[in-house]
């Protein structure tokens, strides 16, 4: 399976009943969320967070379908669909324009601060906007989307709680 955007795989789902949506989606997130426990390494916790993130979004997606549409989702085709979403190539942050802004947005915040707070800087041999130019944060635009994508939308790199 392959989509050209969002709106093409929410009209892909639309076709299944949006209620499996929820049961299956569910039950998968859940298997996600047990399995593992506390022995599992950080790369292999972010991305059973990753997939449980996917999975929610596949839900919201499919769930504002049709509830009476006799066709339901299986659970091999929901964890195909999480696996689409995973190697999504019109990803955001595939967006060069949106990291090329952010990038910006992030250097003015900086150097603003610096500004702000210039008795503290005052001394420093070397500034933080000296180091961190647009050019070094534009080049490492895509690792700090993922970084706020991890923290901000999963649980974190962390354990669950409930697992510790």
């Known amino acids: ?52 993130n996917y999975a929610l979004r596949l839900i919201l997606l499919g769930s504002a379908g049709n509830p009476y549409r006799n066709q339901a989702i299986t659970f091999q085709e929901f964890e195909s669909l999480i696996d689409v979403l995973f190697n999504f190539a019109n990803h955001t942050i595939s967006d060069k324009t949106l990291l090329d802004t952010e990038a910006e947005y992030i250097f003015n915040y900086l150097h603003t601060w610096e500004q702000e707070n210039y008795k503290t800087v005052r001394n420093w041999k070397l500034l933080l906007s000296d180091i961190f130019t647009k050019e070094l944060i534009r080049k490492n635009g895509g690792h700090l989307f993922l970084q706020r994508q991890a923290l901000c939308q999963n649980s974190g790199f962390w354990t669950p709680l409930a697992l510790v």
């Not at 929820?22 to 426990?37: A, D, K, L, P």
């Open 1 to 52: 399976m392959e989509f050209k955007s969002i709106k093409e795989l929410r009209e892909y789902l639309r076709r299944y009943n949006s209620s499996s949506f929820v049961e299956v989606g569910t039950s998968v997130c859940w298997q996600e969320w047990q399995n593992g426990g506390p022995r599992i390494s950080r790369l292999g916790q972010g991305i059973k967070n990753s997939r449980r």
